[in-house]
């Protein structure tokens, strides 16, 4: 009876071509990975600085499972919290001007964690329409209720703070967009929230280790200290190669959460090899500048190359640059036309993004070299100068 009744949800989801099958990576290399057996360079993955494939980083974490072993054994408030936690969380809090951090086992985590924390029945919280899923999912179990504002649309945003009745307001948006790219407004969202008396939270999931000056992130970037952004999250698991998230702001932010925040408390901590792994991540991301001038390069490169080709060119600076096609057939059909020529990237289809907005998202990692992107405009030349109707600006 079950089977039969997700057997017919699964049926539409194939006829519309919104059906998802995941890949078996056999290897990973840098920019490239071994997928269903064959060797493709990857433009989807999140790994910004080309520190998920770094030696000094896998050295880092087999050193600290030598003396660590493989698990953390509990929650962090009862022994899960070890001395390689506490050292990484003082070193992000640094990374990122705040006060303190608070290590998440996730950043789906994080989110969903902190904003409940946070909001409470009497409250309301107010997110960016094209918000994170984890993000929206968290404002969703918030019982004073969600509701979303246009995207980067500070006048909308003011208007709905200055109708809503709820005793404390919570505004979450992400800070870079992950499907589009864009920097949200963070500056003036700030003063909004401000005027009204709210409270700003923002994700950097893909802009912490990628923005700002050693790569502290979208809130440094724009010179946002913790009073007006006093709760930043950043993940782990993108720029800095690793794993697992944290939360960064005020002592009492943090002393809050760690009582308060149900995906902290309820969970195991993750394992100290990661930690120590991440603490080194962290090292070579504020070290090394390089990775970020490269990566820049890089985006530059392949926008010049899109405009040389007549083809869109999204206004994202960052290193997520969609190629918006429209239906979903077409991203797919495209995807399968560069992925056989050993050129990986993802379609991107509702309900991830809006309807009739699928899209193939390049993304690029400082382990890119120009020859990747020379060999990808190349690709896109063939494959989409013909077919140009579909395409829309971004
Ligand atoms: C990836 C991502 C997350 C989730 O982080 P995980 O550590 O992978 O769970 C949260 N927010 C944004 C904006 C993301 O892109």
Known sequence: MLDQRLEAGLGQ??????????????????????????????FCSNDYLGLAGDRR???????????????????????????EHEAL?????????RPRALLFSTGYMANMGTINALAGPDDRVFEDRLN????????????????????????DLATRLRSSEADHKLVVTDTVFSMDGDVAPLAELAATVAARDATLMVDDAHGVGVLGPQGG???????????AVPVYVGTLGKALGTFGAFVAGSETLIEYLIQRARTYVYTTA????VAAATRSALRIAREEGWRR?????????????????????????????????????VALRLARALEGEGLLITAIRPPTVPAGTARLRVTFSAAHREADVDALL???GRHLSGSCAPLTET
Do not use: K
């Open 378 to 380: 190349e690709a896109l």
């Open 13 to 42: 989801r194939r006829e519309q071509d919104l059906y998802r099958r995941r890949r078996q990576v056999e290897h990973l290399r840098g920019a490239w990975l071994r997928v269903d057996g064959r060797d493709c360079r990857n």
């Open 217 to 227: 992130g979208a809130a440094r970037e724009a010179g946002l200290g913790t009073d």
């Open 270 to 273: 993750p394992p100290p090899a």
């Open 89 to 97: 969380e003082e070193e992000l809090a640094d990374f990122v001007g």
């Open 132 to 155: 994170h899923a984890s993000l929206l999912d968290g404002g969703w179990l918030c019982r004073g209720g969600m509701e979303r504002y246009d995207h980067a649309d500070t006048a």
């Open 57 to 83: 980083v896998a050295r880092a974490m087999s050193d600290a499972l030598e003396r660590w072993h493989a698990g953390s054994g509990a929650a962090h408030l009862i022994t899960g919290h070890s001395s």
């Open 293 to 329: 001038e490269h990566l820049d390069a890089l985006v530059r490169r392949f926008q010049q190359g899109l405009r040389h080709l007549g083809l869109p060119v999204s206004s994202s600076r960052t290193p997520v640059q969609p190629l918006v096609v429209g239906e979903p057939a």
